[in-house]
T-cell receptor
Framework: QKEVEQNSGPLSVPEGAIASLNCTYS??????FFWYRQYSGKSPELIMS????GDKEDGRFTAQLNKASQYVSLLIRDSQPSDSATYLC????????????FGKGTRLHILP | SAVISQKPSRDICQRGTSLTIQCQVD?????MFWYRQQPGQSLTLIAT?????????ESGFVIDKFPISRPNLTFSTLTVSNMSPEDSSIYLC????????????FGPGTRLTVL
C-alpha cells in the first residue's frame, strides 16, 4: 500500500464553490500533516499544517484531520481561478528523521 | 519563513557531464533536504544534508551519483554526476524552519535537461 494516496484528478470546480481535496495515509504513527500548493513550473508552497484531530481554518482554507480513519482533507471555500494548481498532501512519520512523504498530488481546476 | 535561492534556475547539459546545484538560505538552518521531481510526478527525497556530517541518502540514490556538500548552516550543494537523459528533472532544496521544526519550505528549484 502506498504511503500517501491522493486522487490525481483533475478535479474541476466552478468558481465560487467549495473544492474538497482528500488524502489517505498508511502509517498509523504519522504525526504531522501538510498541504502544499504547486503551480505549474513552480516549487511547492506550504498552505496548511495540521497536527491534531479536527479542523484548522486559515482564511479560505480548512484542513481536516481524522487520525482514526487515517484521512486528511483540504477544503477551499469561494474557489478562485488562481486556486487552480496541483495540491500535494504530505505526512511526516515518527522516527523517520523528519522526512516528509509526499502524495502524487491532485490537480485542481477552477472553472471561471 | 526563510528565503531560499537556488542556482542555476535551469540548465541544459550534455550526457556524461556533471552539474552542481547551489542552495542558499538567508538564515541558519539545521536540516536541509534535496528532492527530485520528475515530469508529472511528485517529489522524491534524494538525501538529507546536516551541517558537519555526511549526507544521508534514500534508497535508490548513492553518493557517487549525487554528492552533497553542507559546509555551513546556510548553504548546500548537490552535484548530479555523469548525467544521462533519465536525470532530466527538477531538483529542489528545502529547509526545516518554524515553530514546528518538521515544516519544510522549498527553494524555487533547478530545472535540468540532459541531452
Amino acid at each position: 500500500q502506498k504511503e500517501v494516496e491522493q486522487n490525481s484528478g483533475p478535479l474541476s470546480v466552478p468558481e465560487g464553490a467549495i473544492a474538497s481535496l482528500n488524502c489517505t495515509y498508511s502509517d498509523r504513527v504519522s504525526q504531522s500533516f501538510f498541504w502544499y500548493r504547486q503551480y505549474s513550473g513552480k516549487s511547492p508552497e506550504l498552505i496548511m499544517s495540521i497536527y491534531s484531530n479536527g479542523d484548522k481554518e486559515d482564511g479560505r482554507f480548512t484542513a481536516q484531520l481524522n487520525k482514526a480513519s487515517q484521512y486528511v482533507s483540504l477544503l477551499i471555500r469561494d474557489s478562485q481561478p488562481s486556486d487552480s494548481a496541483t495540491y500535494l498532501c504530505a505526512v511526516t512519520v515518527l522516527n523517520r528523521d523528519d522526512k516528509i512523504i509526499f502524495g502524487k498530488g491532485t490537480r485542481l481546476h477552477i472553472l471561471p | 519563513s526563510a528565503v531560499i535561492s537556488q542556482k542555476p534556475s535551469r540548465d541544459i547539459c550534455q550526457r556524461g557531464t556533471s552539474l552542481t546545484i547551489q542552495c542558499q538560505v538567508d538564515s541558519q538552518v539545521t536540516m536541509m533536504f534535496w528532492y527530485r521531481q520528475q515530469p508529472g510526478q511528485s517529489l522524491t527525497l534524494i538525501a538529507t544534508a546536516n551541517q558537519g556530517s555526511e549526507a544521508t541518502y534514500e534508497s535508490g540514490f548513492v553518493i557517487d551519483k549525487f554528492p552533497i556538500s553542507r559546509p555551513n548552516l546556510t548553504f548546500s550543494t548537490l552535484t548530479v554526476s555523469n548525467m544521462s537523459p533519465e536525470d532530466s528533472s527538477i531538483y529542489l532544496c528545502s529547509v526545516e524552519q518554524g515553530v514546528s521544526t518538521d515544516t519544510q519550505y522549498f527553494g524555487p528549484g533547478t530545472r535540468l535537461t540532459v541531452l
